[in-house]
Nanobody, 124 residues
Framework: QVQLVESGGGLVQAGGSLRLSCAASGRTFSNYGMGWFRQAPGKEREFVAAISWSGAIKYYTDSVKGRFAISRDNAENTVYLQMNGLKPEDTAVYYC?????????????????WGQGTQVTVSS
């Protein structure tokens, strides 16, 4: 079992930056694929970014590519999402997720464990 706790969300002006963190506990964390998802009010949850267990493979949704960067520090059991050039459209609750398969996934149904989410609000 893996427990995930997100942090780093907050209120930021358009064009600003935030770095989200996802602290994980539990066995074999370094072997898990990790992903970030977000859900805005009244909208479906959407994929944002994912990273393989080694960090060698990274996927991003088109709307954040070039602005967001996912990374992981397996020694500290932490996954990060650096968000630059934030837009009001990025406002959402951001969730960290872990996939036991260890590969990158872009569909939330594949993920086995989820954090509680951290709120990101971007003002215009």
């Amino acid at each position: 079992q893996v427990q995930l706790v997100e942090s780093g969300g907050g209120l930021v002006q358009a064009g600003g930056s935030l770095r989200l963190s996802c602290a994980a506990s539990g066995r074999t964390f370094s072997n898990y694929g990790m992903g970030w998802f977000r859900q805005a009010p009244g909208k479906e949850r959407e994929f944002v970014a994912a990273i393989s267990w080694s960090g060698a493979i990274k996927y991003y949704t088109d709307s954040v590519k070039g602005r967001f960067a996912i990374s992981r520090d397996n020694a500290e059991n932490t996954v990060y999402l650096q968000m630059n050039g934030l837009k009001p459209e990025d406002t959402a609750v951001y969730y960290c997720a872990a996939d036991r398969s260890g590969v990158v996934r872009t569909t939330g149904l594949y993920y086995d464990y989820w954090g509680q989410g951290t709120q990101v609000t971007v003002s215009s």
